[in-house]
């Protein structure tokens, strides 16, 4: 072959070895008595298009970046002004040819100067990386250290004998693709750049090389065996156990074990020659035993969250009080573990968790999702060549994270399809750590698991796996092995946008069977980069937002909380749907009962407090006594009298309820005192109709204060000059019968059926399943372009009758409704039938009425379901009480506008001015109701928050029915019984005007 035409040697970017010249991996740890010197600040810049667009001489010392940019590090480069992020969810943004990646590599070079502590030892030192995204390339004063991938493990290299005390000059390139991009395709941006910390550590003669803490618990004698490896040897001390061990010595003592829901730390000191380390040492013991999963030898549930490391501005860059923030905002909503997803997460976060208490499967920096478009060919987990980095990945994670009584199960990585490299790698996590249980979801046979994992199974299915009768495997051993392992939904719950609906039903099945523990919603935060647009309106960006090729749009924001991590109506439904204390009763009797959920922990550390509410209103309230269950345990309490009457009777006129709330009783390291962490509702008396959470049936009665004093009298619709019908308080057109005022009140749009809702994300389903596209299907059937047609208008002795018929364009389903006006001398009543005509093959979005009234009208009070949200399937944190808000403060701001603000059985509504006039609006039955400055189809077409300007018009929704939310953005959609099929409906609401007060 010409010289001129022989393939040049494969760069080290595109090798797929895990790198070179770097250290074996050890135990993290973030303090000791050696020297830290932080080299994070700012650093010069320079990005190029391609990985070769420069030679290597930034790398020597003498060299000139002064007219270099300015970049902080850590951070991602594209959110520092140099290129720009781009989201994709499976698929690669480059051609899917490993290990090579395209000549276009954005490539950013780095340069750090640095001056060593005046009283700086010399001798040994390591250069340490904890994450550089996707490759690097390490010089110190001109030297090459080495290279390395792995983005989100750390590396570290030798380089005490490259320091000076003045003018070291560090120097990296990273490049965004690399041979490891094709290991890092996680679900989220792709953000090249330094976005951990840099750091220099002393390493002294006889300090530290690595450490093993082995710390078991014996659930049955109560007592901890303490064993601490390390290189080189030394001596463990634990002061409040009265331990003085030599490292490799053991002592069995009684101990207070840790777990998630009593974090029991042990301050303990290793020390060495050369070096002293503070540990917080934990002890507990993890073990798959008949077929479950134990710590400390009992069954635990996993209420969890997948979590990505995230920040609106930062990216995955993370300070530590961000990260607490996050640990506080989970305990706080009763979450007790964490899957991190897909990828260990920053090491000071798992401090916090040994510290806070939280269940980790830390999940390793490996995912080739992409392959799986081209029928996984070539994937590199069944490619021998890329076994070694594969191997390199677990042990950086297993080393690293080894020493955390927080982490309780490996996890070989997410959507890799299946292959040798797993096995290999669960092997080797075996061999190293046999004391923890090995997780991976891709490989329906288990082959190299210790626990059977699922994404996104429907109810019917986890139930089948809970009794151990799901459809058989075709292999009986790989059929009888996984059939005998606990299970764990590692993704369930998709909680992008409006939802995830269908929580309390999954949490039951995890109660009922004990294979099944739980699981993980995807996930903790929507990862929405702060954007604003050019007049300055601030919002969220998501996928396309930047220009992308390929892009997976807002399915980036799929969390619990916002990006500024602002809960949403999910979290706290999930909150209420996971809480550890259940407490329901039975008010007609007098009874409260109170389940002990916890795993570990009595309830001595709660406090209880009932109320008693007459239409809203406390009427009495006092503490319960609740003894402190063990886990597991239920008390039968009764209630106290209340005024008025005996215990459970109505001290009063109007609907009441016993409330029952559990709170933290003292400070915790994650909420103060009274903090509430369990709530329970139910109905003072058997005469009240409606079940909150379980019927939107019931009959309401307006509230006390707004209902006449003597028996009203029946009005007669009358014509009147102006083509007017005036009946009782309301003025109406004669040709069409609309609603024109209400007594003073303009109605800027008439009452008329609505049955459209602008559709959430999980409305629009996933290709996974063509039936629970309900946006496509509603559309398809012409559902966000209803036709209304008037038939008739009747004035008659004492009604006024409108008939229309509600239908789309281009078919024949239509909805015959007839609106039927009565009135007495002060209240207007609307009765609606709603008859479906023709063949009907998709759920209703809602049916309900839609009117609109005037701007001023936005202060807003109800009597029913509150604070927050709710829908059929989402109504559990919604309680009945009574409510105050403004218009705008009902809305949520999901980052793709959508249907939301719906409140929950409402029996009644007032919309005041400022003045303190306004409307009522009672239901019979109860109602959901919603109110925005802009119609469902403003909110249908809006593609970002900045996208919905507000009318002077009030547009309420007063639904009789709403379609269930589920979860179909990625998994199953409503269940059948929250489907809102079309069907014969007969509702009525009863408008009348308020008084200044």
């Known amino acids: 072959m010409h010289e001129a035409l022989r393939p040049a040697a494969v760069p080290y970017y595109e090798d797929p070895s895990p790198g070179s010249g770097a250290l074996p991996p050890r135990a993290w740890w973030s303090t000791s008595d050696a020297r830290y010197v932080s080299l994070n600040g700012a650093w010069r810049f320079r990005l190029s298009e391609t990985a070769d667009a420069h030679g290597d001489d930034f790398a020597r010392p003498e060299f000139d970046a002064t007219r270099w940019d300015l970049l902080p590090v850590p951070a991602h480069w594209p959110l520092q002004g140099h290129g720009s992020p781009a989201y994709t969810n499976v698929v690669y943004p480059f051609p899917v040819d490993p290990p090579r990646v395209p000549t276009e590599n954005p490539t950013g070079d780095h340069r750090r100067s640095f001056d060593l502590p005046d009283d700086w030892p010399g001798g040994a030192a390591l250069l340490r990386f904890d994450g550089v995204e996707s490759c690097a390339r390490v010089w110190l004063n001109g030297a090459e250290l080495g290279t390395f991938k792995g983005s989100r493990l750390p590396v570290e290299f030798e380089v005490g004998e490259l320091l000076r005390p003045r003018g070291n000059v560090l120097a990296v390139r990273v490049h965004q693709w690399s041979s490891g991009s094709y290991l890092e395709d996680q679900d989220m941006w792709w953000l090249p750049g330094i976005f951990r910390e840099v750091t220099l550590i002393e390493r002294p003669e006889g300090s530290v090389a690595d450490f093993f803490v082995h710390a078991d618990y014996d659930h049955v004698t109560g007592a901890g065996t303490l064993r601490v ?21 053991s002592a069995t003592v009684p101990v207070e074990p840790w777990s998630a829901e009593i974090p029991r730390l042990y301050d303990a000191e290793l020390a060495t020659e050369g070096e002293r380390i503070p540990l917080r040492v934990g002890f507990r013991t993890v073990a798959v035993e008949d077929g479950v999963f134990k710590v400390n030898g009992r069954r635990i549930l996993l209420r969890g969250v997948n979590r990505h490391e995230f920040h609106p501005d930062h990216g995955r860059v993370l300070d530590l009080e ?17 899957r991190t997803s897909h990828y260990p997460p920053h090491p000071a976060f798992l401090d916090l968790c040994d510290e806070l208490g939280m269940w980790i499967v830390d999940e390793c920096d490996l995912e080739t999702h992409g392959f799986e478009v081209i029928g996984w060919r070539g994937n590199p987990v069944d490619d021998e060549r890329w076994t070694p980095a594969l191997l390199d990945r677990a042990a950086r994670m297993v080393e690293r994270d080894k020493n955390h009584p927080s982490v309780v199960m490996w996890s070989l990585g997410n959507e890799c399809g299946t292959g040798r490299g797993l096995s290999a790698m669960a092997s080797w996590i075996r061999d190293r750590d046999p004391d923890r249980p090995i997780h991976y979801e891709g490989d329906p046979s288990c082959a190299d698991t210790d626990v059977y994992s699922r994404m996104y199974a429907d109810h019917a299915e986890v139930a089948l796996i809970g009794r151990r009768t799901e459809l058989p495997l075709p292999d009986a051993e790989s059929d009888a092995k996984r059939r005998s392992l606990p299970f764990i939904l590692c993704e369930y719950a998709h909680a992008m946008g409006n939802g995830p609906g269908g929580l309390s039903e999954y949490q039951r099945l995890f109660e009922t069977h004990e294979r099944c523990q739980g699981g993980f919603v995807w996930e903790w935060i929507d990862h929405g980069l702060r954007q604003r647009t050019r007049a300055g309106v601030e919002f969220f960006a998501y996928g396309g937002d930047f220009g992308e090729e390929l892009h997976d749009g807002n399915f980036v924001c799929d969390g619990l909380v916002f990006p500024d991590r602002t809960p949403s109506p999910g979290l706290i439904e999930y909150k209420k749907v996971i809480e550890p204390v259940r407490i329901d009763g039975d008010g007609a009797a007098g009874i409260v009962r109170v389940t002990n959920g916890y795993d570990f922990a009595d309830l001595s550390p709660l406090s209880f407090r009932w109320t008693y509410e007459v239409e809203g209103d406390a009427v009495d309230s006092g503490d319960l006594e609740v003894p402190a269950l063990a886990p597991g345990a239920t008390a039968e309490l009764k209630l106290p009298r209340v005024p008025g009457g005996g215990s459970g009777t109505p001290a009063g006129e109007g609907e009441a309820w016993w409330t029952v709330r559990a709170a933290l009783a003292d400070d915790t390291g994650w909420a103060p005192a009274g903090h509430e962490v369990a709530w329970g509702q139910f109905a003072a008396a058997a005469s009240t109709t409606t079940a909150p959470r379980t019927s939107a049936a019931s009959t309401s009665a307006a509230p006390t204060s707004a209902a006449p004093t003597e028996a009203p009298h029946t ?14 308080p309301g003025t109406f057109d004669a040709a069409t019968g609309a609603l024109r005022y209400l007594d003073h009140f303009q109605i800027a749009g008439a009452p008329r059926l609505d049955v459209w809702r602008a559709p959430t994300d999980n409305d629009a389903g996933s290709g996974r399943h063509p039936d629970l596209q309900l946006d496509r299907r509603w559309r398809e059937a012409g559902l966000h372009r209803m036709r209304h047609r008037l038939d008739g208008v009747a004035i008659g002795a004492d009604a006024l009758t409108v008939t229309t018929r509600v239908a789309p364009a281009a078919g024949d389903i239509g909805l015959r409704t007839v609106f039927t006006w009565t009135a007495t001398d002060d209240r207007l009543r609307l009765t609606v039938d709603v008859t479906p005509e023709g063949d009907w093959t998709v759920p209703l979005p809602r049916i309900g009425l839609r009117l609109g009234v005037c701007g001023s009208l936005d202060g807003v009070e109800w009597f029913g379901g509150g604070p927050g949200e709710a829908y059929p399937d989402t109504r559990a944190a919604s309680r009945i009480g009574r409510y105050t808000s403004t218009v705008d403060a009902l809305q949520t701001p999901y980052v793709r506008p959508q249907e939301n603000g719906a409140r929950a059985d409402v029996r009644w509504v007032r919309l005041r001015r400022e003045d303190g006039q306004g409307l009522l609006i009672t239901g019979d039955p109860d109602f959901w109701f919603a109110a925005r400055r802009w119609t469902g189809e403003q909110l249908d077409t809006a593609e970002h928050t900045y996208d919905l300007t507000p009318s002077e018009t009030i547009w309420l929704n007063l639904d009789h029915g709403q379609q269930g939310i589920g979860s179909g953005s990625c998994g199953p959609g409503a269940l059948p019984q929250h489907w809102l099929t079309a069907a014969p409906a007969t509702f009525s609401f009863t408008f009348g005007a308020l008084e200044t007060t």
């Open 715 to 728: 009005k007669t619709p009358r014509r009147a000059e102006g083509g007017v019908v005036l009946l009782g």
């Open 229 to 249: 490896d390390c290189e080189p040897g030394g001596s463990v001390s634990v002061p409040e156990l009265g331990l003085d061990l030599a490292t490799g010595e």
């Open 322 to 338: 961000t990260m607490r923030q996050d640990l506080v905002l989970m305990k706080r909503h009763n979450i007790n573990a964490v």
